[in-house]
């Protein structure tokens, strides 16, 4: 029976909860950069990050913003180089000269996921572009372009960026479950009521 006595134990799972919600941290754009360099993300923004390191300190995080992973478009006016882009990219600004890391990860069904990683120095008044394919296939695979203006000046072009390395040693990352019982197509996990 509930009572006023014990509406403090009630509430005390509630307070206690919190702790137990996620708590990520969030890239957060340079102000006032005089000659920033440009970033672009495209595809799983929901689950990407930027990661920076200034004076052994590393900063940044996931580009979304909040806790929630929804897909966050964020158009800056970056040049689209003959793309197609209306969503599910991310402009910023990021600092030059800086160690940068930015992360990308695919989430697919039962538990499927699959991340690439890639490191660079951003150069000042630079855009670069990181994409990845999703996991479906087995591998993702991160590709890392300059966005260029054309000889002619009339236009931009996508090239490939020679000064990107990938810590884990390849732009393919491989499609791994989470749950290891969910790779068996047959596995039925137990849900109440069905």
């Not at 689950?47 to 964020?74: D, K, M």
């Not at 695979?141 to 810590?167: C, F, I, R």
């Given at each position: 029976?509930f009572t006023?006595?014990n509406?403090?134990?009630?509430?005390?799972?509630l307070?206690?909860?919190c702790q137990?919600?996620?708590?990520?941290?969030f890239?957060?754009?340079?102000?006032?950069?005089?000659?920033?360099?440009?970033?672009?993300?495209?595809n799983?923004?929901?689950?990407?990050?930027?990661?920076?390191?200034?004076?052994g300190?590393?900063?940044?995080?996931?580009?979304r913003?909040?806790e929630?992973?929804?897909?966050h478009?964020?158009?800056?006016?970056?040049?689209?180089?003959?793309q197609?882009?209306t969503?599910?990219?991310?402009?910023?600004?990021?600092?030059?000269?800086?160690?940068?890391?930015v992360?990308?990860n695919?989430?697919?069904?039962r538990?499927?996921?699959?991340?690439?990683t890639?490191?660079?120095?951003?150069?000042?008044?630079?855009y670069?572009?990181?994409?990845?394919?999703s996991?479906?296939?087995?591998?993702?695979?991160?590709?890392s372009?300059?966005v260029e203006?054309?000889?002619?000046?009339?236009?931009?072009?996508?090239?490939p960026?020679p000064d990107?390395?990938?810590?884990?040693?390849s732009?393919?990352?491989?499609?791994?479950?989470?749950?290891?019982?969910?790779?068996?197509?047959?596995?039925?996990?137990?849900?109440?009521?069905m």
């Amino acid at each position: 029976m509930f009572t006023c006595r014990n509406l403090p134990l009630l509430c005390l799972p509630l307070i206690a909860g919190c702790q137990f919600l996620p708590h990520s941290s969030f890239f957060k754009a340079p102000e006032n950069e005089p000659n920033p360099a440009w970033v672009r993300i495209v595809n799983f923004t929901q689950h990407s990050a930027i990661y920076q390191e200034v004076n052994g300190v590393r900063t940044g995080g996931v580009i979304r913003r909040g806790e929630l992973p929804f897909i966050h478009t964020q158009d800056k006016g970056m040049p689209k180089a003959g793309q197609d882009l209306t969503f599910d990219f991310y402009e910023t600004q990021v600092r030059p000269g800086v160690e940068t890391q930015v992360f990308m990860n695919w989430q697919g069904e039962r538990t499927q996921y699959c991340f690439v990683t890639a490191a660079f120095t951003p150069k000042a008044g630079r855009y670069y572009q990181f994409e990845m394919t999703s996991g479906d296939s087995g591998t993702c695979t991160m590709t890392s372009t300059l966005v260029e203006p054309d000889k002619d000046g009339t236009g931009w072009h996508l090239s490939p960026n020679p000064d990107v390395t990938y810590p884990r040693g390849s732009h393919v990352g491989k499609t791994i479950y989470s749950i290891e019982r969910y790779r068996d197509s047959s596995y039925k996990p137990f849900t109440p009521g069905m």
